[in-house]
């Protein structure tokens, strides 16, 4: 074995010997490539830089001034000092750095000053939401509608987040939160625009605010029965075909998920979605985290169904008939053409889509009743094929009851000649 073979071997090993840890904390990630790829918009900050991903941006450095008057408001307001707060987020600092997924390069004190500039306004801009009365005259994020709405899309991105324990912490210093807890607080913040249910304190361990807008979304019932008997990967039918086949499309109340889809009876049941400019933004961020850290592929799986649903605008067409969708965007095809961009290779097999069993059963009645469809489709749709329809039927009917005549006439004359014989 030559020299350079064994120092190659030493390289490998130090290498080994020097990788970091894998922890459990670790919730926050970058965006994989090929999800980015598809809109880096929807995972890139417009106007704050919240946690260490983002810090380094020219472009969002004049929010960092914001960040200040934000932690200038929230002193005012808490029972401890700054010192105390700086104190609380150092005492942190390593189970702070495991909930990334990246080796952070930042300094022990620069990462705290951030965490602690960050998880404020965080904090502070959720206090201001809940209660107006704690805004400044001249609130920076809230006077100003296109900051309020740049603000709103940063929060929702996967890179863009600190740790959820945190932002509790921080929270639970000031005298509101004896009284309002952070998690109501967090539902107040995102309820108008992403329609879900209201989380119990005690119901999910939620790492970050990506974390608790895809918990808002889960189902209400059993991963189990969304699956059951599910045998193979595939799409269902689009609404179109699957509307000329006979299936119903209704949209059902009483859920607080969106992901309680239903198919019986020859029906397919769904809740709405409404359908706005944060909607791809959510989604993707959401699929992004499910892709990193999640078992069950709870959004991505409805992400899947949707782009099996949705080929044309004549399916969101139906869809919005029934209540179904709620077209809050724009154009029909503006919606099929979100609807059908988020879903790109995100799931491998039967096991990872959770509407294996419901995409069986609607492609199953598909084939049952495809004849029917082909002749609405090919035949029946148009109108001088209608019209052909209409009269062949017609003249079938008269056909039959001119042969019938005959028949009767034919019967008559035997029935006289066979009298007159007997006579």
């Known amino acids: 074995m030559t020299q350079t073979v064994k120092e190659v071997a030493v390289t490998i090993a130090t290498k080994m010997d020097n990788l970091p840890p894998v922890f459990t904390e670790c ?99 959720f206090i201001r939401n809940y209660y107006p009365e704690h805004r400044d005259e001249n609130d920076e994020i809230y006077s100003k509608q296109w900051m309020s709405n740049g603000v709103f899309h940063d929060i929702l991105l996967l890179e863009n987040q600190v740790p959820f324990f945190v932002l509790e912490n921080l929270y639970n210093l000031t005298a509101l939160g004896t009284t309002v807890t952070f998690f109501k607080l967090s539902y107040e913040y995102f309820k108008d625009v992403l329609h879900g249910h209201e989380l119990a304190a005690t119901r999910i361990q939620v790492r970050h605010l990506v974390d608790y807008v895809r918990a808002l979304q889960l189902p209400s019932f059993p991963r189990a029965l969304m699956s059951k008997w599910a045998k193979n990967f595939e799409l269902t039918r689009s609404a179109k075909e699957l509307h000329e086949a006979g299936v119903k499309f209704r949209q059902v109340e009483g859920t607080s998920s969106v992901l309680d889809v239903i198919f019986k009876d020859g029906t397919l049941e ?95 009645y598909y084939r049952t009743h495809r004849c029917k469809a082909l002749l609405n489709r090919d035949y029946f749709s148009k109108p001088v094929f209608r019209i052909s329809a209409v009269t062949g039927g017609v003249l079938l009917v008269l056909t039959i009851v001119q042969t019938a005549c005959s028949l009767m006439d034919v019967y008559a004359g035997d029935a006289g000649r066979l009298f007159r014989w007997h006579k």
């Open 27 to 125: 919730c926050i990630y970058r965006v994989p490539e090929k999800l980015r790829r598809a809109n880096a918009e929807a995972y890139t900050p417009q106007v704050i830089s919240i946690g260490p991903l983002h810090c380094d941006k020219k472009e969002l450095q004049s929010g960092e001034e914001i960040k200040l008057r934000y932690l200038k408001g929230f002193l005012c307001r808490i029972k401890a000092d700054l010192l105390a707060c700086t104190s609380m987020i150092s005492a942190l600092e390593e189970r702070i750095r495991q909930c990334y997924q990246e080796n952070l390069t930042q300094g022990s004190d620069e990462l705290v000053k951030m965490i602690l500039l960050d998880a404020v306004f965080v904090v502070e801009l």
């Open 270 to 364: 769904m809740p709405r979605l409404v359908v706005h400019e944060w909607t791809e933004v959510y989604f993707r961020n959401m699929i992004a985290y499910e892709q990193c850290h999640h078992e069950y592929k709870y959004i991505s799986s409805y992400a899947v169904l949707m782009d099996g649903l949705i080929d044309t605008s004549k399916d969101i067409d139906i869809l919005i008939r029934c209540g179904i969708l709620e077209n809050q965007l724009g154009s029909t095809e503006d919606v099929a053409s979100l609807m059908k961009g988020m879903y790109k290779s995100t799931m491998r097999d039967s096991s990872e889509f959770l509407y294996s069993a419901q995409c069986e059963d609607l492609n199953e």
